[in-house]
């Protein structure tokens, strides 16, 4: 037989005993069906069977297993090179809106995955300017804070170019469709549909009367922190970074690179269902 | 010279003095520029000159001027014949989000009208159609709700085709980009950049937790009344029917037709900062 | 053994079987130990057992027994007789916030109650008045909306006859305690700890920016509908009247009289957490 | 005539001109009428006048003449010994709703002050505690939040040393009647009306369920980090610390101590409609 996939690297959180087990026993079957297995290097000497570990920078295998919460995933999408392989998502975190199946099935999924019994959800990704300093992509979101909790950010937002509105808040953040589910539904925005090329503005904390804005995912945002000079940019929740200067401008954009992730069964509405609390009654 | 438009119709706000004043004299100021003008039936033996009248639902000129809120707009376009002609709104209402030009700018806009210096801003509308029982198109949204205020709406909600999500709320509404300023916003949804070709499920009120969603504007939304019975349409606030079946079902999609708005010099997010109280500080 | 209670009143939900099942044998049960039982007019008929039955408004015992959901609480907290005997709460109902016990502890928890092992959850009421017509007191909330659906409610509102602000809404509540956890919770009001003496007023879709306001229960809060003539005002959902006068107008203050709840082992943030998704993760 | 005030102290933004001259001109306008002038250490050398210059916490005044906005409030309130004085607030700040008095009319003002033509507004403050550590007073609001950006607070709220509810969210906030109307009403919470006896648990950013709950002024909320262990506690959006245990834990109460602001005219609601933009419209 002859499958699609020839490596795979696995991604998994060091600090639970059971996804370390899981990689363990994953690790092995996927031997056993004869591809290439490689484990991100911070499970070196963790897991008791010997697993080939490279950097996560330099992880080029064919798909990847990600055992951990949406955290996990978040962290390997920032770091893997691009384009990036599929992902196939193994829930073992306290959120887990972006997984795909249950550590009970992970053997299962992974034997239909084989065999090519899947389908592949393309997640646009968000790229991030600011003047001279680059930043990863963001499968969610891309928040603009200030350095101090004592201060609020005052903004200048332009589309394309076109100055349209001002902020004054305790961020503002741009999401992606993915990422509407994650921190934006928290501050207040919507939820947007996997289909919709759009990304969405969400305040967060406004102290000025401002909305949730959903812009076609073509548009080019810029976001100028008129004060304060000092801001901090946070992608993903994982990635963070000072920018100091004259006038801290970020611009976003949809990315020329997506992430990919494998689904086998559930979709977006039924994650939505059930895991997000987002139930009728009755 | 040779004009774009050879025809001109007037809806106005009758109980408004002032609205039949400025209808009366740009309808001189356009009859001196060689235009044929008409206003709407209501208006008949209001106005101190003598303009000829036909019912909304006759009107066919090439442009039509509405003088009132967006309330005169929103029932105009419900009922005028389609495709619709470009409208010019001046205000003269409580709420003027959607007008353009101030009745004092009246007669200046018109010249520069005639003149073909303007520009169009086309608006997607909303096809509704329930089981036997048709409905004007939307501009702003249309919302389902219950015929008696004591009850809610369990509703079962299906994209194309496929259901998604329930809610029990007071109502649902889906609003168009237009609409998102409006009602939709009222009840805690997004605003909609005007290029994004989107609509958005807004629940009011909602028991469950159930957050705005916002759908692509090619996908077909259904949302089946599963507790009452018996429920209310409403398009743009402005137009309402009850309907009454075992399973009462509105299905939402995009309209082959759209409202055109004549815009001279100012555009969205212009409206939105100086109309919405969408201010920053400072 | 001397018991507290020598009467008892049944109101159940005549349209569901097991609710009349178990009046049936909730009520043989407490005859058993020598309580006179009556139950609601509109059992009449219904149950396999012979109760005698007295209309609502005329139903005085020592203690009421509801069998239902909140809805059925609400209805009869309306109609009872004032002061209000204590009610326990039987949840047989789609929404059960309010209710005390299932329907598999009831015996149980009448044997308790009848050894006065309970304690008393006293809810502050609302007493409405409006320029000639009066209203029953409000359990949850009294709120005032158009008669029609495409109409907004302009109101002044005044605190201890002080004008303080407007408001255009499709509605405006005002909403005890208890009533905080319901219509006013959904329609984006805070929760009130039911130790607070208080209530709040929460605008339904509001278009002017207008966020909830909590008043001391001592407050007398009027609202004046300015526009339109003719509004409708909804108590607790259950009882509602159209006033249709020059400046129809709201007095709302706390009542005199209060609606008891039998408590056996549950509090209010334990209901909070189980009854309305009001969850922490992990 | 016999004053009721001998003493006052200046508090100003030595980095606004227009803050330092009026500060200039009402301080020589109260040594003409008789008054001990005392300006807080960082004015010295700063203004054209020659002033007494005492550090913030040891300035003891009869009453405190504020020159800025609510920044400059708060900063005075979390420093001046107690019990604090009186203080009269000049709004030269981007964000004036504490403020009594604009510039312009200062020295009116203040001359009707000294006739004893004012009313006190008492405003409750909270007092903060953690496991060693003492916090100042909060006169707005006490925020738990991460120190670091990238990580939530799942927390442990107790009324009462009772448990109650579980959050996590990117912080939390406990929030007086006077700072309902500031961050807390940012992040979603209600206005208290300042006669009720009250304090409000807003969450920021929440990730689970959780709405603003308003709890009587005698209660004792505790709130427990669980996640992480090393907590940033902000008070008035002035003072920060770090709280880094083993259950970083908050107990916040009614302090004994209160905020006096002088009062000519302007009344709480009047402040809201015409500096929130909490306004109606037509």
Request: proline letters at 6%; aromatic letters at 6%.
């Amino acid at each position: 037989m002859k499958t699609l996939f020839k490596s795979v690297g696995f991604v998994a959180r060091y600090d639970k005993k059971k996804a370390l087990q899981l990689t363990e026993s994953l690790a092995e079957h996927l031997m056993t069906k004869g591809l290439e297995v490689y484990a991100e290097e911070t499970l070196a000497g963790k897991t008791k069977i010997r697993l080939e570990t490279v950097p996560l920078e330099r992880m080029h295998t064919d798909f990847l297993i990600t055992i951990g919460g949406d955290g996990t995933i978040l962290r390997t999408c920032i770091t893997i090179p691009k384009p990036e392989p599929p992902i196939l998502a193994i829930n073992m975190g306290v959120r887990g809106f972006l997984t795909e199946v249950d550590p009970e099935q992970a053997v299962k999924a992974v034997d239909e995955i084989l065999k090519g019994e899947f389908s592949l959800e393309k997640c646009m990704k968000l790229a991030v300017e600011a003047d001279g300093t680059s930043f990863p992509d963001a499968l969610n979101e891309v928040a603009m804070l200030t350095d101090e909790p004592t201060r609020l950010v005052y903004a200048r937002i332009s589309k394309n170019n076109k100055p349209i509105l001002k902020c004054l808040a305790d961020g503002l953040m741009v999401s992606t469709q993915t990422g509407s589910t994650g921190y934006s539904l928290s501050a207040g925005g919507p939820v947007l549909d996997p289909g919709l090329d759009s990304f969405v503005l969400t305040p967060i904390c406004a102290l000025s009367v401002f909305k949730p804005i959903v812009f076609p995912a073509n548009s080019t945002l810029t976001i100028e922190a008129m004060r304060p000079k000092r801001i901090l940019v946070l992608i993903d929740g994982k990635y963070k970074k000072v920018i100091d200067s004259r006038d801290p401008t970020l611009t976003v954009r949809r990315s020329k690179y997506e992430t990919s992730f494998i689904r086998i069964k559930e979709n977006f509405y039924h994650r939505l269902k059930t895991r997000l609390l987002f139930k009728g009654i009755g």
